[in-house]
C-alpha cells in the first residue's frame, strides 16, 4: 500500500528530471565537454553489453560488497562474503531496507571512481585528465545501470523481501537522483531548480489524484443510491 502510494513520486521525479534535461539543451550546457565526457562513457559501455561478453562476476563482487558495507555502517557484523559467476551471498548480523536495497541505487565502481579523484585531488591540484574521471564515471554508472535492469529481470530475493511495488519506487526513485546529480555537477541545472520543479509535480500530481478520487467515491455514491431505489 505504501508502495502503491509512493508511485505519484516516480512520475514527479521523472518530469523534474526531464524538465532538468530540457533546461540544459536549452541553456547548452548540455553539450559542455565534461557532458560529452559523461555520456560517451555511458555509451561506451553500453557498446561492451551488447556485443561482448559480460563482466558478470565483476557485478557479483559489486553486489555483495555493497550489502556489506552498508551493513557495516548500520551496525552489522559481516562475514561470509561469497562470489562467483553464478551468484553471491553475504552474511549479516542485521538488515533493514536501505542495506538490502542498497546494490540496485548505489553505483559501485562510480564511488570508487570518484573517492579516488577526491584522493588525487588532495595531492594533486588541480587533478590531471579531469575528462577522464568523467568519462570513467559515465562508464562505471552505465555498467552500473544495465546490470541493475538485467538482475531486476529475474525473481530477486532482496525484492520481494519489502515488496515489489515498494522496491521498485524506492529503486527508480533514487536512481533518478542520481542522474540529477549527475545533472547537477556537469551542467547549468541547478539543484534548487530541480528541488522546486519537484515539489511543484508532486503537490499537483496528489492534488490531482484527490480531487479524481473524490469525483469518483461521489459517483459511487450516486450509484448505489440508484440502484437502491
Sequence with gaps: MLGLTL??????????????INAANSSSSMFSK???????????WLGIWFFLPRPAKSYILAHELTHAISGFLFGAKVSNLNVSSKGGSVSLTKTNLWIILSPYFIPFYTIIIIVAYLITGIFINPVPLKLLWVFLVGFTWSFHACFT????????????????????????CLNLAVVALWMIFTTEV???GIYESLQAHTISIYTLLYHQGIQAVNTAIRVVKRLSM
Design 7 to 20: 508511485l505519484p513520486i516516480c512520475i514527479a521525479a521523472t518530469l523534474s528530471v526531464l524538465e532538468a
Design 34 to 44: 565534461e557532458t560529452i565526457a559523461l555520456f560517451s562513457g555511458y555509451l561506451v
Design 149 to 172: 535492469l538485467n538482475s531486476l529481470m529475474i525473481r530477486q530475493p532482496d525484492i520481494h523481501m519489502y515488496g515489489r511495488i515498494f522496491s521498485y519506487v524506492i529503486i527508480y
Design 190 to 192: 541547478s539543484a534548487a
